[in-house]
């Protein structure tokens, strides 16, 4: 029974990403993840058939130039966000790759309305800062224990009292020894 949950949901998923829209422009190079976003909305851009690693996605929608990189598949990839200030309509999308231009468009709805699709990844994901990865629930007891076991002042005072009578006793016995006759 486990296993036949864990298809359907996998052939749930496959299904609900293979409904993503994207809107494609005639010549099939460029494409906005969802095609119709809401204003403020983050969106995915993607662009094939260049030969250079960056390119630059400039529209009246965006907040700013996107920019585009290779992807491991070899399009170009990128992402932007769409000004909040914008009314519903549709907007051009320009790419610039190298010394060619590609357009396609992307389609903002109203503030209400539910956009098509949520944004699609932009590209490998890439770290620019260590991730607090945490312990869960042993994370707190892991650094009381850090703390517990290292030496702390009742650690400190013990060892110099025991170092204390240790020196006392060579004291004692090395000047016993300097009275004895030999």
Do not use: N, W
Not at 102 to 128: D, H, I, L, Y
Not at 153 to 161: D, E, I, N, Q
């Amino acid at each position: 029974m486990g296993s036949l949950r864990v298809s359907l949901c996998a052939v749930a998923a496959l299904g609900a990403v293979a409904a993503v829209p994207a809107a494609y422009a005639a010549d099939g190079g460029v494409s906005v993840s969802p095609s119709s976003p809401r204003p403020g909305g983050d969106i995915a851009l993607r662009m094939s058939g260049c030969a250079q690693k960056t390119a630059t996605a400039a529209s009246t929608a965006f907040v700013a130039d996107a920019r585009l990189t290779a992807g491991a598949d070899g399009t170009l990839v990128g992402d932007s966000r769409i000004r909040s200030t914008l009314t519903a309509g549709t907007y051009d999308v320009k790419v610039a790759c190298g010394d060619t231009s590609r357009t396609g468009a992307v389609t903002v709805v109203r503030q209400g309305a539910r956009p098509s699709a949520p944004a699609s990844p932009s590209g490998p994901a890439s770290p620019v800062a260590p991730v607090p990865a945490g312990g869960g629930g042993t994370a707190h007891a892991a650094a009381v224990d850090a703390r517990a076991a290292g030496p702390g002042t009742a650690h400190t005072v013990t060892g110099l009292v025991l170092a204390g009578v240790a020196a006392t006793a060579v004291a004692l016995r090395s000047a016993r020894r300097r009275r004895e006759p030999r």
